[in-house]
T-cell receptor, first 113, second 111 residues
């Protein structure tokens, strides 16, 4: 069965520090992969996505993610975190043979001055 | 373009009442989805639709119904509200195997 695991429920980083949010998936083939961000009281906004090609993908707001097939991972990174990055982050996978999407449980990011 | 709109933004229901959550999109997407989001649980798919007149169950469909008479609208119906349906509901749309775009959500409290 398809599943998405985000092992870190909550992460706290200092402003200006680097960030890595982990995402592991279970899927029978190579899925489509997404990272979304959700600010309090808001809907989800797409940060980046991987469909095919280069396994390092760039997104908005200075985020990037790397697809590692051997590790079934799609970790999100940012070299220098800004206070405005504080939010909830969701990893998701989409099936290539249909149109269903599966979300992780999210990682809450706190940024301290 | 408004993208994906949801109404109402917030609603309180009594147990046993019914209501319809509205979702509309102007992106001309065939695919539409309803999710619920509970704290610490991520998003769970309730129902989805691949086009007008076609709907299918997701992971947690019990207690809900949907219809899709037009490409633009995808309402979610709660017939007999229960406290377990207290949640935040998100509607989303997408093209075929493409990025999903989310509405702002509807917060529902069932007392």
């Amino acid at each position: 069965a398809q599943s998405v695991t985000q092992p870190d429920i909550h992460i706290t980083v200092s402003e200006g520090a680097s960030l890595e949010l982990r995402c592991n998936y279970s899927y029978g083939a190579t899925p489509y992969l997404f990272w979304y961000v959700q600010s309090p009281g808001q809907g989800l906004q797409l940060l980046l996505k991987y469909f095919s090609g280069d396994t390092l993908v760039q997104g908005i707001k200075g985020f990037e993610a790397e697809f590692k097939r051997s590790q079934s991972s799609f970790n999100l990174r940012k070299p220098s975190v800004h206070w405005s990055d504080a939010a909830e982050y969701f990893c998701a996978v989409g099936a290539r043979t249909g149109n269903q999407f599966y979300f992780g449980t999210g990682t809450s990011l706190t940024v301290i001055p | 373009n408004a993208g994906v709109t949801q109404t109402p933004k917030f609603r309180i229901l009594k147990i046993g009442q019914s209501m319809t959550l509205q979702c509309a999109q102007d992106m001309n997407h065939n695919y539409m989805y309803w999710y619920r989001q509970d704290p610490g649980m991520g998003l769970k798919l309730i129902y989805y639709s691949v086009g007008a007149g076609i709907t299918d169950k997701g992971e947690v469909p019990n207690g809900y119904n949907v219809s899709r008479s037009t490409t633009e609208d995808f309402p979610l119906r709660l017939e007999l509200a229960a406290p377990s349906q207290t949640s935040v509901y998100f509607c989303a749309t997408s093209g075929f195997q493409e990025t999903q775009y989310f509405g702002p959500g509807t917060r529902l409290l069932v007392l």
